[in-house]
């Protein structure tokens, strides 16, 4: 269906919905903007762009505007049920025209043509196939118009018929159906043979039809195609090479597209406009927060979207007992209002480095584990994340778009002397050091696949450390054997692989068989210091907890006990694994208004 294509609105993590391919999809822990392909232009210095809240409940989403633009519809929960509003957007005020229904889950708002339907899609929470209705906007009994409907209806131009898709396993159809008198469907296009999936096509107002794709041997980098209107075969729109893609739309006059994504897996994802034709992506948001489900005003000068905001903090947790035990024992180590994330413990194990967005971007930070001597490391607007001490304690290693690129940077333990260790293509990300401080491996995106590279710590060639195409994360064992990483084959499986790649002569491949059911467990494998086993976060329930896989395969060992739903981004080990520190916390999604568009 079109879930890989959209960001879902719940605050809870969310499903793996093609394998290892949902890292195309995921809002990550840990965030920054990258630059692809294409021209990369900043927001004009015109007006500023202005972002006012719709909602505020923190759990709205799906927003649909009405052909006149005078009304907004979208979907919020309501004692824990989703129901649907009508929101007029001179006034706010609003009223609720689908009300909740136990255990029935609504998506895929759209208005007819003529404005006086809205239309969506329920869903049965323990059955897959999406029934399609209309409701009228002064409200009444809702009626039936499809079954078997998997994404938002597109209009086509002149209004007559609706384009929507239907999955069929892992395949799907794109059909068109008469709105006034649903009869006979007509099949538009079908999963092509090098492609995984295709899902949510669209409709522009001059009818070529954008759609989300993936392919088998790229299933980490979503596409967003164009099938022209002239019934020319389909072409992969330019712009950035996206690796998430929560959301696309045409603009209203067809000629320009909108694009919700992020060029890195880490990355939140942000707001874009792209030219279809030439390639340019424009920048409409720069800000820490990620965007989703891009819906533009009728009259071009406004969109709406999902806007989700993540709060989170780092936690000391004593590994000393049961799970029950430490999670008791678990002590708050950072305040205020910024969002700290991805913790690493220094070699000593008395102070721990993270990012911040202190100062409203995200930067280096490092401090005692008693929250005393906090320090900044790194400064300015470029986004800087995903560090990690050498082994020695006396450099960082870590991901940063300070030359407009992605790239791998190294500097002294108190941030001074950075260089760019990586030069070669334009995202590499995710470094984490050999144990003898002289090589550091890392996650290289280059061409249509991403692979893991190791490099000298004076620089120098890269070098391709194996040909498993769609790394996403790399973790050095202590002992220096192996690099762990994701390498799963099965999409749409919640049974995935950790790949042992041997880092020494004599020594094969391994793989753990893992069952994963949020994507925020991607990011979350740890070697364990004594080397014999790695960490990952495993949701149980609504709870997120630190599990132990010993290696080479075994069951898995609970460390923690927290309850309720708050999220496990990421975790770092103590050098003797007396405690852990761990980044909790959620995410809130309401709708916004962004107007003064660039």
Same mark, same amino acid.
């Given at each position: ?60 989403? +799906? ?11 979208? $979907? ?24 909740? &229904? ?27 196939? &999406? ?29 007559? &018929? ?26 538009? !296009?079908?999963?092509?043979?090098? +492609? ?10 001059? =009818?070529?039809?954008?759609? !989300? ?13 164009? @099938? ?13 090479? #996206? ?21 890195? #897996? ?54 000393? =007992? ?8 678990? @002590? ?5 209002? $910024? ?20 100062? =409203? ?21 470029? %986004? ?17 778009? @300070? ?47 991403? !692979? ?16 498993? %195409? ?13 690099? +762990? ?9 919640? %049974? ?38 790695? +960490? ?36 770092? #080990? ?25």
């Amino acid at each position: 269906g079109a879930a890989p294509a959209v960001q879902p609105k719940s605050g809870k993590p969310l499903l793996v919905i093609v394998g290892i391919a949902v890292v195309a999809v995921v809002a990550a822990a840990f965030f920054l903007m990258g630059r692809g392909r294409g021209g990369v232009a900043t927001p004009t210095a015109n007006a500023p762009l202005r972002v006012t809240k719709v909602t505020t409940s923190g759990q709205a989403g +799906a927003p649909a505007f009405s052909p006149d633009g005078r009304f907004m519809a979208y $979907d919020t929960s309501v004692d824990g049920n989703e129901a649907i509003f009508l929101r007029q957007m001179a006034t706010g005020s609003e009223v609720e025209i689908v009300p909740p &229904r136990q255990d029935v889950v609504l998506g895929n708002i759209a208005f007819s043509p003529d404005g006086n339907w809205v239309l969506y899609t329920t869903r049965n929470i323990n059955e897959r196939e &999406r029934t399609l209705w209309r409701v009228s906007t002064v409200g009444g009994a809702p009626r039936e118009v499809l079954r078997n409907v998997d994404s938002a209806p597109s209009f086509s131009p002149d209004g007559q &018929r609706f384009l929507f898709s239907r999955s069929e396993g892992l395949q799907a159809k794109f059909l068109t159906a008469s709105f006034t008198e649903v009869g006979e469907l007509e099949e538009v !296009f079908t999963t092509p043979e090098e +492609a995984l999936l295709i899902a949510r096509p669209l409709w522009s107002s001059r =009818g070529d039809m954008a759609y !989300f794709q993936l392919d088998k041997n790229d299933v980490l980098h979503p596409k967003l195609m164009i @099938k022209p209107a002239d019934g020319g075969p389909p072409r992969v729109a330019p712009g950035p090479r #996206w690796m998430q893609m929560t959301g696309f739309a045409w603009s209203p006059d067809g000629n320009q597209l909108y694009v919700s994504g992020s060029r890195s #897996w880490v990355e939140q994802a942000q707001i874009w406009q792209v030219d279809p034709a030439s390639g340019e992506a424009r920048r409409v948001t720069a800000d820490l927060d990620l965007y989703s489900g891009v819906v533009p005003r009728p009259d071009g000068n406004a969109l709406a979207a999902q806007k989700t905001i993540l709060e989170s903090y780092l936690w000391m947790v004593p590994i000393d =007992g049961t799970p029950e035990a430490n999670s008791a024992g678990t @002590k708050r180590m950072t305040r205020g209002t $910024d969002s700290q994330r991805a913790p690493d413990i220094h070699p000593d194990g008395t102070r721990v480095l993270f990012s911040s967005t202190a100062d =409203g971007h995200l930067n280096l930070w490092a401090m005692d584990l008693d929250g005393q001597n906090r320090k900044q490391l790194t400064f300015g607007d470029a %986004q800087n994340f995903w560090s990690r001490w050498s082994p020695d304690g006396r450099s960082i290693a870590y991901a940063s778009e @300070k030359d407009g690129n992605l790239q791998v940077w190294v500097m002294d333990a108190d941030g001074q002397n950075a260089r760019q260790l990586t030069t070669v293509g334009s995202t590499n990300y995710g470094p984490d050091w050999s144990p003898d401080g002289n090589w550091v491996v890392y996650v290289s995106s280059q061409g249509d696949s991403s !692979f893991l590279y190791k490099i000298p710590l004076e620089g120098g060639e890269p070098e391709r450390i194996s040909e498993k %195409q769609g790394a996403v994360l790399a973790e050095w064992s202590p002992d220096g054997k192996w690099i +762990a990483t994701w390498g799963g084959d099965r999409p749409g499986s919640p %049974q995935q692989e950790i790949m042992l790649i041997p880092m020494e002569e004599g020594l094969e491949e391994e793989r753990i068989q893992v069952t994963v059911q949020s994507n925020l467990e991607l990011i979350n494998l740890r070697w364990h210091p004594d080397g014999d086993a790695l +960490a990952m976060a495993a949701t149980m329930g609504d709870a997120m907890n630190v599990h132990l896989l010993s290696v080479p395969g075994g069951a898995p060992q609970q460390v923690t006990h927290f309850e309720g739903d708050d999220l496990l981004f990421t975790h770092s #080990w103590a050098p003797d694994a007396s405690f852990l520190v761990v980044q909790r916390g959620t995410r809130h999604t309401d709708i916004v208004l962004l107007e003064n568009l660039p």
